[in-house]
């Protein structure tokens, strides 16, 4: 009787594969294709929406030009319950994501929707965290650094483009962290946006600049910062190569700002299993890596489960610096 149920068992799985496999090679593009920018237009959703409708129309993955549309409100939860309430089954939509979605969700600020809600399809892009000094800082690497401000946290204001509980704030939690220091106890400022913290930390108003590689590269390629690690794994191409990251300086802080998609919870396996190939297509063109490279960005390209599982280990990860850190 056993072996019988085994043998029945076995058959089941089998006919699911077939059943899934079929399911896949069936899945067609949508008629028509949307990004969803869960904001105002010209910020961070919709330079990766727009990084997707131009590349995938270069590439001609797509036949008809993807329409970009915009739903503000709350850092894209506006949009996050969009999706999930009233078009949860649109085989055409996605919708732009970024690892400050995670920080959000891992904050509850999405309402009653987790991490779960949707289906996470595909990082297309990345920045990274930096830390930086000014130009004339007498910090020359990450361990200066780190063992003057672990003696004296007081002397050190750090700032950041955004609040307390924002993604620079964040950077400069795990910063503290690593010099043994509990991150509500910083000197953080808030400030609006990297211009500002740039602006502040050249005046001697901050001295740590928590911010991205994408907004800093500038002034430091022309002196007038000094970036003394970059938050990856590995080293950063161009502008950035000969900046060491900070695991090169003995610190596991690795910060990717990455980019991605979502689709909603009732879209087919078969129409997610087109929107993941299709990201995979893409991400290997020339025409994407033009359109990457125009808008600063880096390679980040993580695709269907991996993605989720990079999206949810972040929510877990933000979840318990906010922990920490009382928020």
């Known amino acids: 009787m056993r072996t019988i149920a085994k043998k029945k068992a076995r058959r089941g799985l089998l006919v699911l594969a077939a059943t899934a496999v079929l399911a896949t090679a069936a899945a067609a593009a949508p008629e028509k294709t949307e990004c969803l920018v869960g904001a105002k237009p010209g910020g961070g959703f919709d330079l990766t929406c727009r990084l997707a409708a131009n590349a995938l129309t270069a590439a001609k993955l797509i036949d008809r030009p993807m329409a970009v549309t915009y739903m503000e409100g709350g850092v894209g939860a506006v949009a996050y319950n969009h999706v999930v309430g009233t078009r949860p089954g649109d085989a055409g939509l996605v919708t732009a994501a970024s690892s400050g979605s995670a920080l ?7 309402g009653n929707h987790d991490a779960d809600a949707v289906r996470w399809v595909a ?3 990345a920045d990274y965290g930096i830390v930086a000094v000014a130009a004339d800082s007498p910090y020359k690497t990450l361990k200066d650094l780190v063992e003057a401000f672990r003696k004296a946290p007081g002397d050190f204001p750090i700032g950041g483009g ?3 509980g924002s993604q620079d704030w964040m950077k400069a939690a795990v910063l503290a962290k690593a010099a043994g220091i509990p ?3 910083i000197r953080y400022v808030a400030l609006e946006g990297g211009g500002a913290v740039q602006t ?3 005046g001697g108003f901050i001295k740590i600049a928590s911010g991205d590689a994408s907004e800093m590269v500038a002034n430091h ?3 007038k910062i000094r970036i003394l690690a970059v938050m990856a794994d590995q080293r950063l191409p161009g502008d950035l190569a000969e900046v060491p990251t900070a695991r090169e300086q003995g610190f596991d802080l690795v910060w990717p700002i990455w ?3 979502y689709v909603g919870p009732k879209v087919s396996d078969a129409d997610y299993a087109w929107w993941v190939e299709t990201f995979r297509k893409l991400t290997a063109t020339p025409e994407f890596r033009k359109e990457r490279e125009a808008r600063g960005l880096y390679a980040f390209d993580e695709l269907g489960a991996a993605f989720d599982a990079t999206v949810k280990k972040d929510v877990r990860r ?3 610096l906010a922990r920490e850190a009382g928020l």
């Not at 959000?104 to 999405?110: N, S, T, V, Y």
């Open 104 to 110: 959000l969700l891992a904050q509850k600020k999405f």
């Open 123 to 125: 990082s297309v892009s």
């Open 162 to 164: 955004g609040a307390v």
């Open 183 to 185: 991150a509500k106890t």
């Open 200 to 202: 502040n930390l050249q």
């Open 221 to 223: 390629k022309a002196g």
């Open 259 to 261: 980019r991605g998609f």
């Open 318 to 320: 933000f979840r318990e």
